[in-house]
């Protein structure tokens, strides 16, 4: 079938009125085709909620036959792109759009599918335009665009698809020139020619005052700052077992433990803490486990949920982070292990098999920071795609190269 229409017009345009018969089915099958879209949603952060609000009943864009709005490619014949698209996300988005029968249409919504948005400085995970991975028909500017942006972007699509004509496809490209930190560029151009300027003035200045002897500059008078009243913190009351309790019972257990950003670890720091402040415990490297599974299972403690384990990247050190809860009590205790930057590969523990719910922490922890936890059943990446080179939350860091992409 498909070869029968892509031969009709070169078997009936020589004819007379072979054209005009050909026009006519071009303009049937595009007004069908335009007022019966089924769009693949691909939704990825805000723009996609002012999406799902044109598709609903204030907006209702069924009114234009967008029907059957669904997150396959499966019988789509266009793509809305609504958010922000990570790089991780840029194969699959390729995928998706390659698996879309033709003829297939792209709608770009908001700034961050049209250029990475307010994410275009600065980042190393997001696309700086949807139009690098699959060619765009639409783009509508906006963070995020109103569903009245959208409608209007809709229509334009449809005046698009009805100027299509089956004498031939239209053809459609990915933006191929790099992405430029335009911003960066213009800084680095206006300091250059500051510097130029302001060795001309210090000049300009020195040999008016020697011409001018007595001439005093004008000095702006001081501005007086009205001063507001501190505001105190609000302390919240202390919530489950008392600290002191906590602290007495742990330390008789484990002495070696020392409180985080407090000049004493003994009793007296304790009762000077303020209600909502939280026991911060420094933790060596070789009791991290013994400790954790301490308070998981002792019947005083039960801290039987862990809240998140992260890290920070020191000047001279990383410290790794354990926050725990207990569900019963109440009360929680925070812990921190301080790994030291000597080891190209810094290393501790995994607490996956106290906590399941390590597994994924431990993750993203292994991803930003590239700390290796020693026993983690899968200690791959999460959100950055393998091949990423550096942890990006690391000091060290330094932003990758624009990423060439195979399409
Ligand atoms: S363009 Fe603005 S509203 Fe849309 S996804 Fe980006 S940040 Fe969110």
């Not at 995970?125 to 500017?141: C, E, L, Q, T």
């Not at 008016?208 to 913190?233: A, G, T």
């Not at 803490?273 to 002792?298: G, H, R, W």
């Amino acid at each position: 079938m498909g070869i029968v229409i892509e031969n009709l017009p070169k078997l009936l345009d020589p004819i007379p009125g072979g054209s005009k018969l050909i026009n006519t089915v071009d303009y049937i099958a595009n007004w069908a085709r335009s007022n019966s879209i089924w769009p693949l949603v691909y939704g990825t952060s805000c723009c996609a909620i002012e999406m799902m609000s044109t598709g609903s009943s204030k907006h209702d864009w069924a009114r234009f036959g967008w029907e059957v709005a669904r997150a396959t490619p499966r019988q789509a014949d266009l793509i809305i792109l609504a958010g922000t698209i990570v790089e991780k996300m840029a194969d699959p988005l390729r995928r998706l759009y390659d698996q879309m029968p033709a003829p297939k249409y792209v709608i770009a919504m908001g700034a961050c599918t049209i250029s990475g948005g307010p994410f275009f400085y600065d980042n190393y995970s997001v696309v700086k335009g949807a139009d690098h991975i699959i060619p765009v028909d639409v783009y509508i500017p906006g963070c995020p665009p109103r569903p009245e942006a959208l409608l209007y972007g809709i229509m334009e699509l449809q005046k698009i698809m009805c100027k299509e004509t089956i004498r031939e496809t239209r053809k459609k490209e990915i933006n191929a020139v790099p992405s430029i930190d335009a911003m960066t560029v213009a800084v680095q151009e206006w300091e250059a020619e500051l510097k130029g300027k302001e060795a001309g003035l210090k000049e300009e200045a020195k040999k008016y005052k020697e011409e001018n002897p007595d001439y005093k500059p004008f000095k702006q008078p001081r501005k007086i700052v009205e001063k507001f009243e501190k505001v105190e913190r609000v302390i919240h009351p202390e919530v489950g077992k008392p600290k002191t309790e906590l602290f007495e019972k742990l330390l008789n257990q484990f002495p070696f433990l020392t409180l985080y950003d407090k000049e004493e670890t003994n009793m007296e720091t304790v009762e000077a803490m303020k209600a909502d402040e939280i026991l911060d415990f420094i933790l060596p490297t070789d009791q991290y486990i013994p400790v954790i599974n301490f308070v998981k299972k002792n019947a005083d403690f039960q801290m039987d949920l862990l809240l998140v384990v992260t890290a920070v990247d020191w000047l001279d050190h990383y410290d790794v982070i354990v926050q725990l809860t207990s569900t019963t009590f109440k009360h929680k205790l925070f812990f921190r292990t301080p790994i030291p930057k000597d080891d190209d590969i810094p290393e501790i523990e995994s607490l996956s098999q106290i906590y399941p719910t390590a597994n994924w922490h431990e993750r993203e922890t292994y991803d930003f920071f590239g700390i290796d936890f020693k026993g983690h059943p899968d200690l791959r990446r999460i959100f950055l795609w393998e091949g990423f080179e550096g942890y990006p939350l690391r000091k060290d860091f330094k932003h990758p190269e624009i990423i060439a992409r195979p399409y």
